[in-house]
């Protein structure tokens, strides 16, 4: 027991031992949750004597359930680590327990974009639509939203109409929305696909119309534990509450400085008011950060204190002094990116190594200039993007191929019929679609039964049939890194991949396995290949491992959670970071929190970073606000700091805080309503204009409506007040 709890101070032994009831801990960043949750999934499995099974610990990656996975593997020694996942993982999980229940199979398929656009492209074929009437992804983001706001209730149509119908509505469909709708409900049930939002609909939907398997699932989870609490929306909310229904031994941990999510749906509130809904709950706080040096915490407290809607807390060091923080001013992109290389190149010199060097920024495009002076001055760098590794062709064709092997669904049998060319061209595939279509089967079936007929002579179909067939019927009681192996080589992938000196893209391959294998030696003895592959549909690139010398370079959204010896924070220039999108005062404290979570990454070094020049339209590219933020005392600065451009930026942040201000106040105006103008007068408000960030008013003293720009005051006034412009 001394050892679970050596090395903790004193809130995280509180933490670690507080097992019964709802318990909520509020975290500052660095402040060693993560050691904290760890710890106590050990504690309850060492010293309380809980099975691993009946403990469920959400995490909010599939990358962090990873690492606590292998955290808590040494530290119980224990091969099941229990329900170690993310929330769409936990519910892959119950659905391949229960899908029954919404008769669906066992072997139902986890669709990720490009499954999507998959089968847009057959939609679009099908009816005639263009990519000029919409994108995939747009149509993509349409389906999303259909399925999250308009129609929230879909999911019922995919549980209980039958195919037959789903088509009927599909080919009755007119308008190009309804069309895409449909055709994907139509295509996602053809196949058993369920997307990220089908997996916790469809979970809540059992666990709603079955009260035997909720309390199953109730009973079987004892503990239940969920990390980075501040960013849960409504269905995972949910989700928690009723899992925890039945035990009541509910434990979040969550740092609401570190909302970065409300754009996706998060809410602060589940975290600010657990001990309302939650009666009798204990709060524990863990400010002691262990991460950082003063000087990078002196920086984050500086820049999150302007927040005005937070909870007032401030994250207090542990570590020795460090190096100062360092702001550098340059005059142009290229010279922040040159500036950036000469500081990896001095640590490297002094032996730091590449990998402990990160580079963070607010968007993707902005990688651009550092990527080309990173390989002008040769220094080693990767990029995680989120959709780069598993987004690759040679990866998605491998997991094709296990996925036929499994499910033999019609997706991955179109990716990888003729990957080798097997001369199974785009005419064959229209004859087995045909086939496919008149008798009701998958298309593999219908290559099955077409092997031996004129139209399928000189080509590889029936070696193709029977290599997919002998996987399948043979597969159990094998590893799936022995089965990716055998099937990647008997198949000729690789070996066109090698005729086509396709170096990298073996690499990729190489690098699959890998994780593979590591997935299957953190898993125990769950992972079969349905496990793998309705899980490995959830991962990003974030996920796979990356252990060579290199700088990194990432998102500020992909590195939360994350920590690093030196970051490099850049572009932090208005309009770019604070996003030139931001539009109301929420969004700009949440784009503020973000800066936050940036700054509390780095351990050692902090270099933040902004340059002068001109933005798209033509105008001057100012510092970012959270630079002004950040007390100037704080900073050790570098570079041309020009006093003109500075007053500049200050005269346009101001402006630019009074029109935020104002549409925070659009909330509280509403049409009808008799508002009074400091110039205008009284009038009646008839408009809000979010687009615009204006006001539409009809004011008593004028004869026409005027537009009235957000960063104008305006105060409410008593219905019978009317005057004249003053
Ligand atoms: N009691 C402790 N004593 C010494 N070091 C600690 C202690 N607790 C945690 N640490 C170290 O502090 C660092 C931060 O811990 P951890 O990653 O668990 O923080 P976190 O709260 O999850 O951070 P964030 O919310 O910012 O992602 C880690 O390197 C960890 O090893």
């Not at 002196?298 to 005005?308: E, F």
């Not at 651009?368 to 062709?393: C, D, M, N, W």
């Not at 219908?446 to 399948?472: P, Y």
């Amino acid at each position: 027991m001394d050892d679970l709890l050596s090395g903790l101070n004193a809130a995280q032994r509180e933490a670690v031992t507080a097992t019964e009831g709802y318990v909520r801990v509020i975290a500052g960043a660095g402040s060693g949750k993560t050691r904290a949750l760890a710890r106590r999934f050990a504690y309850l499995v060492n010293e309380v004597g809980t099975l691993p099974g009946n403990i469920l610990c959400v995490t909010f990656t599939n990358k962090s359930a990873a690492e606590m996975r292998q955290r808590i593997h040494a530290l119980t020694g224990d091969e099941d680590t229990g329900y170690i996942c993310t929330f769409h993982s936990f519910c892959v999980t119950v659905l391949q327990e229960d899908s029954h229940a919404v008769q669906y199979p066992r072997r139902f398929l986890v669709l990720d974009n490009s499954d999507i656009d998959a089968m847009l492209r057959i939609i679009y074929e099908e009816r005639g639509l263009t990519l000029r009437a919409m994108t995939f992804s747009a149509a993509r983001d349409m389906i999303e939203l259909r399925k999250l706001k308009k129609e929230p209730q879909y999911y019922l149509d995919l549980i209980t109409l039958s195919l037959e119908t789903l088509q009927q509505k599909y080919l009755q469909a007119e308008a190009p929305d309804d069309i895409i709708f449909y055709g994907y409900l139509y295509q996602q049930k053809k196949c058993f696909g369920l997307d990220y939002n089908d997996l916790l609909k469809f979970t809540l939907y059992i666990f709603e119309q079955d009260a035997d398997i909720r309390l199953k699932w109730q009973q079987r989870l004892e503990y239940i534990m969920v990390d980075e609490f501040q960013d849960i929306d409504e269905p995972q909310y949910t989700l928690m509450q009723v899992l925890c229904g039945y035990h009541h031994n509910l434990f979040v941990v969550g740092d609401p400085d570190q909302t970065i999510y409300t754009w996706r749906g998060a809410n602060i509130r589940y975290l600010l008011d657990f001990d309302q809904v939650f009666p009798g709950t204990r709060t524990i706080l863990m400010m002691e950060n262990y991460r950082s040096t003063p000087q990078i915490l002196s920086v984050a407290n500086s820049l999150i204190a302007r927040n005005t809607d937070r909870m007032e807390k401030s994250l207090l060091p542990t570590l020795p002094d460090g190096a100062p923080v360092r702001l550098h001013h340059a005059r142009s992109a290229a010279d922040e990116a040159a500036w950036m290389a000469a500081q990896m190149q001095a640590l490297h010199d002094g032996g730091t190594p590449y990998r402990d060097m990160t580079v963070l920024y607010r968007a993707h495009y902005l990688t651009r200039t550092v990527e080309e002076v990173l390989q002008r001055e040769k220094i080693p760098y990767t990029i995680y993007s989120g959709v780069q590794f598993f987004g690759r062709a040679e990866i998605k064709d491998a997991l094709s191929y296990l996925r036929m092997i499994a499910c033999q669904d019609d997706l991955s049998f179109l990716r990888i019929v003729n990957q080798p060319k097997r001369n199974i061209g785009e005419r064959r595939r229209r004859l087995l679609q045909e086939q496919a279509a008149q008798e009701g089967c998958s298309l593999f079936t219908a290559l099955r039964r077409s092997v031996g007929t004129e139209a399928f002579r000189g080509t590889g179909a029936a070696r193709f049939v029977s290599l997919i067939d002998a996987f399948s019927s043979d597969c159990s009681g094998r590893s799936v890194s022995e089965v990716l192996s055998a099937i990647l080589h008997e198949s000729g992938y690789e070996a066109m991949l090698r005729t086509e000196g396709s170096q990298e893209r073996l690499d990729n391959l190489a690098e699959l396995k890998q994780s593979v294998y590591e997935y299957e030696t953190t898993c125990g003895e769950e992972c079969t290949l349905e496990h793998y592959l309705a899980h490995v549909a959830l991962f990003t690139n974030a996920d796979a491992g990356d252990s060579s010398d290199r700088v990194k370079l990432m998102t500020v959204h992909t590195a939360k959670g994350l920590e690093f010896p030196h970051v490099f924070l850049c572009a932090m220039n208005e309009g770019l970071f604070p996003s030139k999108k931001i539009r109301t005062l929420p969004a700009m404290e949440e784009e503020r929190r973000l800066a936050f979570v940036a700054m509390t990454r780095a351990e050692q070094g902090l270099y933040l970073s902004e340059a002068a020049g001109r933005n798209f339209d033509g105008t001057d590219r100012y510092p970012s606000r959270f630079l002004l933020d950040i007390d100037p005392g704080l900073l050790e600065q570098s570079g041309e700091r020009d006093d003109m451009l500075l007053d500049n930026a200050r005269g346009y942040i101001a402006i630019s805080e009074r029109t935020l201000r104002g549409s925070a106040d659009t909330a509280a105006f509403r049409p009808g309503q008799r508002v009074r103008h400091s110039i205008l007068g009284t009038g009646t408000m008839l408009e809000l204009d979010e687009a615009k960030q204006a006001w539409l008013i009809r004011f008593d003293g004028l004869p026409t409506p005027r537009r009235i720009s957000f960063r104008a005051r305006l105060t409410p006034c008593p219905e019978q007040e009317g005057d004249t412009p003053s």
